[in-house]
Structure formats: C-alpha cells, structure tokens
C-alpha cells in the first residue's frame, strides 16, 4: 500500500492511495498548514514522551503519555482526510484502508520537506487503560492497545522518490561502515563496554565491517577517498542541534559541510566505475532532528542514498546506545531489510515505548546480502 503527496500546483496537496486492489477511487485535496499544525502537536506530545523517558519513567505517566500522543496521532490521521468537496471517495478510500491487513508494506511518498511524524498517525480508537495487568506484560499489552501507530500498524517506510528493485539488494563485498562520533560520548560508551551490554554491542558494531570509527570532519573525508567500499552505512553517533552535528572537542559538522561530505560519497563510488547506493544513520542522542534540521533528512534523498534513520525528538544517550547497536546488527549481520530492522525495533519490548521516537526515511528493501565478506581496511 502507498500514499503520495504532491503540490497541486496551487495552496493544497493532492492526496492519492494504492493497495492490493491497485489505485484507489480519485484523488482528493488537503491543506498543508492543517497538518503542519496537526503534526506540531503530535511533536509536542512526542516531546513530552522524550521527557518522561528522561526522568524516573513511572509506568501510570507512560500511560498517560501514550493516551496524549495517541489522541494528537488520530488529530493527524484525521488532517489527512480533510476534504469536504471529495467526502464520498475518502469514506471509499477509508473503506479499503480499512481492508488491507495489519504488517502490510505501507509507503508514504512525500517530500522531505513536508515535516511529518508519519509513524505517529494514529488510525484507530484510543484505548482505555486495561486496569491491572502483571507488570511483566504491562509494555506488551501496551504495544497491542496502542497498535493504531502507524509505525506499528504496518511495515512503515517514508521517501521522495521511487527506488529501483534493481538497487535494493546490495552485495556485502562493496559494503562499508563510517563512523562520525562525538568523542567524549563515545569514549564514555567504550568505557562502560566491559560491563554494559548495550554499550558492548554497539563498539562491537562499529569495529566490525568499518571503513572507520573517526571523530573528525577531515579524517571522515580522508576515509571516503581511501576506501574500496561504496556502499557506505554512514553512522552518525553524537549530539545534532540547530543544523550542526556537534562532535565534542572536535568541532562541529554544518548543513553545508554535510551535503559536501554525501556529495564526496558519490563522486567516490562513480571514480570506482561502481553505482554507490549507500544509507544514512543520524542517531542524534540527546537532540532532535528538528524543523530548522530537516536539511540533514533530506540530503540523505539523493540519487545514490537509499535514505535515513533519525531521531524524531530528543533521545537519551543511554537508548541511543542501545537502539543504534541492535539496529546496526540487525542491517550488517543479520541481513534484515531496513523495513523489517525497524519493524522489529519498534515492536521489541525493551525498547518500548522510546522506540517510537526513531522514524524511518528510507527504502524499506534495502539490505546488505550476506554473499561474501565485506571490505575491510
């Protein structure tokens, strides 16, 4: 199942979905300001989520989080249909909507900067809290209440563009993984290694397969240079806020020395006579890929990038670790679909509900093959 956004070519957009039956019945119009607006609460609740993982995380507030956040989803859901002068076909569209099954692939083409948290449209009732349940279940039980989520409901994935099935499977021999941390954080989690799991499966993460762990904008352009792989995973583990990814002692990466630095990839791959096809990590611990920061999200919309996986508000360090490391094992050993890497992620128990602040912009088919060993420097 897809839907597509696009201008009109006047104020609206124009509002079109396909599933298993093929298009569905006309096209409709909405206003983008209605939800912008819808959105902007949604992030608002969402904001108010991130602050509750930050603080002693008391299971009734996490109820109460989740009822908001919920209510603002379904505000959003509701914007999406907006359109008085086309009410029979939108109650038809619903209709078959309705019919397709739960976990389908569900793709939102849209541009980058339509700023929409699509995984937390809301489709469905918001449900009543279940009274007493064993505190072993509690977050499982959640996940099922609150299964209207988009990122729950379906294999969600958001993009700008058609992505070639040609290009999805890609062979692990050209596969690289870079990188860019902020020092002192990253020192913090080679520190706790030892004895933290979370923070063990991360540096095991990105030692293994790398072009390299670097923590400077002039050694990460040097790898790009010297590598043999062109497919790189570019991992970015560190703070991001206002249009900088802040690297600690080393300075800061801008908006401009990023789209040179994806721009540099590229170049990299063609002088290798290859076609690169690389995907983005911004996993901004402690920061939010913001409004004034979507530049980033849609840099990683170019022709030889599959995408990006950010954070859609601020995330503690500790979680960063956590989600980054299984995310990273789960698309470089485990030879999971970025679709069925996140997928898997915002269902996993241990992560709910934070999960939830991860969205998913990229090519839901692409993964790396487990052919052959990947390059190693």
């Not at 941390?181 to 991360?202: F, S």
Request: proline letters at 5%; a negative charge.
């Amino acid at each position: 199942m897809w839907v597509k956004f696009e201008p009109d070519g006047g104020k609206l957009l124009k509002v079109t979905w396909s599933g298993s039956a093929g298009i569905f019945v006309g096209s409709y119009f909405i206003g983008p300001e209605t939800l912008s607006a819808a959105a902007d609460d949604v992030r608002t609740e969402l904001a108010a989520l991130s602050q509750w993982a930050a603080t002693a995380q008391d299971p009734q507030q996490r109820w109460e989080r989740l009822t908001a956040l919920a209510e603002a989803g379904k505000q959003l859901h509701s914007a999406l249909f907006l359109d008085a002068n086309h009410w029979r076909e939108i109650v038809e569209i619903k209709e078959l909507i309705a019919a397709e099954p739960n976990d389908v692939s569900f793709s939102v083409q849209a541009e980058s900067e339509l700023y929409v948290p699509w995984g937390l449209v809301y489709d469905g009732e918001v449900p009543q809290h279940p009274g007493d349940v064993d505190p072993d279940k509690q977050k499982e039980v959640e996940m099922t209440l609150f299964s209207g989520f988009w990122a729950l409901k379906y294999n969600l994935s958001v993009g700008s563009k058609h992505h070639p099935p040609s290009r999805n499977n890609r062979s692990r021999k050209n596969f690289g993984l870079l990188s860019l941390v902020h020092d002192q954080i990253y020192g913090e989690v080679r520190d706790k290694a030892p004895t933290d799991p979370a923070c063990r499966r991360l540096c095991e993460q990105m030692s293994s397969m790398p072009v390299k762990t670097v923590d400077s904008l002039k050694e990460c352009q040097e790898l790009i240079e010297q590598t043999d792989a062109t497919d790189i995973l570019f991992h970015f583990f560190g703070h991001q806020q206002a249009q900088k990814l802040h690297l600690g002692t080393k300075g800061a990466v801008s908006l401009i020395q990023f789209a040179e630095l994806i721009n540099s990839l590229s170049v990299h791959g063609q002088e290798r006579n290859a076609t690169p096809y690389g995907l983005m990590f911004l996993n901004g611990c402690e920061s939010a890929l913001g409004n004034a920061d979507f530049g980033f999200r849609s840099r990683a919309m170019s022709d030889n990038m599959c995408g990006v996986i950010a954070t859609e508000a601020i995330v503690q360090t500790s979680f960063a670790v956590d989600f980054g490391g299984r995310f990273l094992e789960a698309i470089k050993d485990r030879g999971k679909t970025v679709s069925e890497a996140m997928h898997e992620l915002w269902h996993e128990k241990e992560l709910w509900p934070e999960s939830l602040l991860y969205g998913c912009y990229a090519n839901p088919q692409y993964r790396i093959r487990s052919d052959a060993p990947a390059v190693v420097q």
